[in-house]
């Protein structure tokens, strides 16, 4: 892999103020995350751990108290704060959907807004989302399940994957991930061919895709297919993929 653009975001997911373990069912029964990174489920501890034993910088939180409710929890503050000046980048999907939310998780410390689709009211929120907030601090995240959209809207999940990409870019989102639920926790691998046809959509963006990825080969063929990234959960947690595997595929965070 050439890789000097390509980027491994490492994937934390919180619940009640800890790690938990991301998979299929309720999201309530997620069990408490063990990883390699850290001693324990203690959300600080495992960011830090990704930055010195993998050298990411970049770390996608999922809250989902927040995803659930579509309140940011204040709780996370400290964290987003500690990982700011640690120099880490925080994506945070905390259910966002108006302009004070996400500025508010931009004052905390959060490096960029995830704009989830399965939390989005509509298309109106997803422009005005983009036309608050500097195209740099904003990603939009199209959440889907067996290639169907996933989202909060009937009315938007109808208009389907290519047409939600499309809007996107048109509303000025210059960063996208595919996030396939189905595959979250369960290293499936990714569905490179139908992630390469959604691209094909929109090429001048940033794309990156999360669910599934498993091994350095599922980031040769992520990057293969012109995707600039990737968000990696349980294979990192579990140490299937390692700093040294990182450093020969000259990825970075």
Known sequence: MSGARFRVVSVLDLRGGEAVHAGSGPRSAYPLLRSVLADGSDPAAIAAGSLRRLGLRDLYIADLDAIDSGSPDPGNAELLGAMARDGQRAWVDAGVADAPAATELLHWGASRVVVGLETLPGLEELRNLAAAVPRRRLVFSLDM???VAVARSRSIGELGPARLVREAAQAGYGTIIVLDLDRVGRGLGPDLPALAVLRDEAPALCWLV?????????????????????????AIHEGTIRREDLEAEQLHG
């Open 145 to 147: 399940r067996g290639g």
């Open 210 to 234: 999360g669910g599934g990825v498993r091994s350095p080969e599922d980031l040769r063929g992520i990057a293969a297919i012109g995707f600039a990234g990737a968000l990696v959960g349980t």
